[in-house]
């Protein structure tokens, strides 16, 4: 069975600065996508980032970028000029054949 | 705003009551879902419905049942709910399954349902 572990509970991170959200999954498959969802405080939880495994190139999207280790089952989220705004619970979710399992989630928290 | 709505934001219920929940998209997505999210536990898919068809039931209590009367509108019927019922319940919304494009999810803002 596929899992999604983020061993992380929670990250704090100096703005401006940047950081790092880690993430490993277990499957057998070799075709299936990843992706980094944001829930801020009381809000909608948002698409940050996804990534398709058959994708060699790590996605970006603006301040954010992943580092998809396919082999070794990583996909990190790196967080660029860290803002206030990017405070949030971080999910990551591994999707495949209707399926889809996230992470426990990463609390990220920015100090002024 | 993520063209998802859900109401109510918050609710207060005994374990003898029935309650609904309510989700609607404005998204023209075929695929709607219910998600569980208790403190300290990953997100927890409890029902998947393609074109008004459930898909995907985990193992869900019979307490909680769905309905998707149509591609806009998701339902979740409670009754004799538990304590450890209470959680945030999510919904969230997709473009259509198998689409080959991922399964990106929109999500309402969720419902804070408190059991007592």
């Known amino acids: 069975a596929q899992t999604v572990t983020q061993s992380q509970p929670e990250m704090s991170v100096q703005e401006a600065e940047t950081v790092t959200l880690s993430c490993t999954y277990d499957t057998s498959e070799s075709d299936y996508y990843l992706f980094w969802y944001k829930q801020p405080p009381s809000r909608q939880m948002i698409l940050v980032i996804r990534q398709e495994a058959y994708k060699q190139q790590n996605a970006t999207e603006n301040r954010f970028s992943v580092n998809f280790q396919k082999a070794a089952k990583s996909f990190s989220l790196k967080i660029s000029d860290s803002q206030l705004g990017d405070a949030a619970m971080y999910f990551c979710?591994?999707?495949?054949?209707?399926?889809?399992?996230f992470g426990k989630g990463t609390r990220l928290h920015i100090l002024p | 705003e993520t063209g998802v709505t859900q109401t109510p934001r918050h609710l207060v219920m005994g374990m003898t009551n029935k309650k609904s929940l309510k989700c609607e998209q404005h998204l023209g997505h075929n695929a709607m879902y219910w998600y569980k999210q208790s403190a300290k536990k990953p997100l927890e898919l409890m029902f998947v419905y393609n074109f008004k068809e459930q898909t995907e039931n985990n193992s869900v209590p019979s307490r909680f049942s769905p309905e998707c009367p149509n591609s806009s509108h998701l339902f979740l019927h409670l009754h004799t709910l538990q304590p450890e019922d209470s959680a945030l319940y999510l919904c969230?919304?997709?473009?259509?399954?198998?689409?080959?494009?991922?399964?990106?999810?929109?999500f309402g803002p969720g419902t804070r349902l408190l059991v007592l």
């Open positions: 969230a919304s997709s473009p259509k399954r198998g689409s080959g494009i991922g399964e990106t999810q929109y």
């Open positions: 979710a591994y999707y495949r054949d209707d399926k889809i399992i």
